[in-house]
């Protein structure tokens, strides 16, 4: 049997009690650094930010971004200067602090606007897009209003202005206040008649529309421009553009034949299926 010698021994008692009594790694040392980690790019976050907050202020309240010019395009009724109006941009306004947004809300108040679009352009320009109602009959109640393509009131007719557009008629003064505010489409049938008339080389063209007359049942009578012979459109199972292509070729027949100005009125439903026109003597 071998036995231990003494120095070997305390060497190897004093080697335990020395790895004993070493202190330990901090547990959660990791996690401090990830911590500490954090809280570092935390705050080069928040300096950049910062920074940046600076930086926008000074160039919202710098001259070198003063609104030195304003572009406005698409305008044909209306003039520049009314659109610059309705902006409120001055030459002291800052292009930075510009709400866009705001700006095009008010020039779209204007009854003549359809779509408003507005960019910056640094260092010191702004440029308005305006896109125009089209205008297409003339509403002709208690008084005289210009009628966009969408059924939209433009204006009310100025005096000394004409446009040979064709004239709705048949609408009372409550109608046409319901209409300004967008809460009735009444005049949407008459204005299908306008747009189908617009397209193309017609024999019934939007110039041979001289007015269109509405009633209260929905039905309509549109007058030609040259001799102001009815045709009646009604609001039964036969659609508005069934009697449409009817009206054109009945009118196609009557020119062709002689027989137009023999005619007083033409039914474009009188029984199902066909058209009756009468003739005078």
């Known amino acids: 049997m071998k036995i231990r010698s003494p120095s070997t ?12 009594g070493r202190p330990s790694r901090p547990r959660f040392s990791v996690q401090w650094r990830v911590g500490l980690e954090i809280l570092a790019g935390m705050a080069f976050v928040g300096l950049v930010l910062a920074s940046l907050f600076v930086c926008w202020r000074w160039a ?3 001259d070198l971004f003063k609104v030195c010019k304003v572009q406005i395009r698409g305008c044909k009724h209306l003039s520049q200067e009314k659109i610059l109006k309705l902006s409120k941009v001055t030459a002291q306004d800052n292009l930075l602090s510009l709400n866009l947004r705001s700006i095009a809300k008010a020039i779209e108040t204007n009854a003549w606007v359809r779509t408003v679009e507005v960019r910056r352009r640094l260092p010191g320009q702004l440029i308005i897009i305006i896109k125009e109602r089209t205008p297409v009959a003339l509403l002709k109640s208690d008084k005289t209003y210009l009628v966009g393509d969408r059924g939209k009131i433009i204006e009310e007719l100025p005096k000394g202005r004409h446009f040979s557009f064709p004239i709705i008629t048949g609408l009372r003064p409550e ?6 505010q967008g809460r009735d489409q009444s005049i949407r049938e008459a204005l299908k008649l306008i747009s189908m008339a617009s397209t193309g080389t017609r024999t019934l063209g939007v110039n041979n529309i001289s007015r269109i007359d509405m009633s209260r049942d929905g039905t309509m009578v549109l007058y030609t421009a040259d001799r102001g012979v009815p045709f009646c ?20 027949q009557l020119y062709r034949s002689g027989m137009y100005k023999k005619v007083n009125r033409v039914d474009l439903n009188y029984v199902p299926g066909c058209a009756w026109a009468s003739l005078g003597r």
């Open 60 to 62: 919202c309240q710098s």
């Open 9 to 20: 021994y305390k060497r190897s008692s004093g080697y335990r009690s020395i790895s004993r």
């Open 233 to 252: 459109f009604d609001n039964g199972d036969v659609g508005l553009s069934v009697q449409f292509h009817r009206a054109e070729k009945i009118l196609y």
């Open 175 to 180: 109608d046409v206040k319901d209409l300004k």
